[in-house]
């Protein structure tokens, strides 16, 4: 069974930080590249983190220094970091693997004072 459950999200204000967690089962998420996405209202879902299954990790240029992401494959885990978050930060975000599989409920972040 395939499940994706992200978590950690809230309202947070500008400068602040948040940790996300993803927990994932199902054996085609084994030695697979993880990412973090996410998706404001009226755009398009676009890629915010991944990492490999080694650690080797990519990100989007609007996060490069503020974003974080790691995976602990003992458990299954995979997180965001995120630090000096702006409202531009405003999203769903939500993990999955590269190539996708079917999306889990996401996670709300909102950035606001």
């Known amino acids: 069974q395939v499940q994706l459950v992200e978590s950690g999200g809230g309202l947070v204000q500008p400068g602040g930080s948040l940790r996300l967690s993803c927990a994932y089962s199902?054996?085609?998420?084994?030695?697979?590249?993880l990412g973090w996405y996410r998706q404001a209202p009226g755009k398009q879902r676009e890629m915010v983190a991944t990492i490999t299954d080694i650690g080797f990790t990519t990100y989007a240029d609007f996060v490069k220094g503020r974003f974080t992401i790691s995976r602990d494959n003992a458990k299954n885990m995979v997180y965001l970091q995120m630090n000096n978050l702006s409202p531009e930060d405003t999203a769903v975000y939500y993990c999955?693997?590269?190539?996708?599989?079917?999306w889990g409920q996401g996670t709300q972040v909102t950035v606001s004072s």
């Open positions: 199902g054996i085609i998420f084994r030695g697979r590249i």
């Open positions: 999955n693997r590269s190539p996708s599989v079917a």
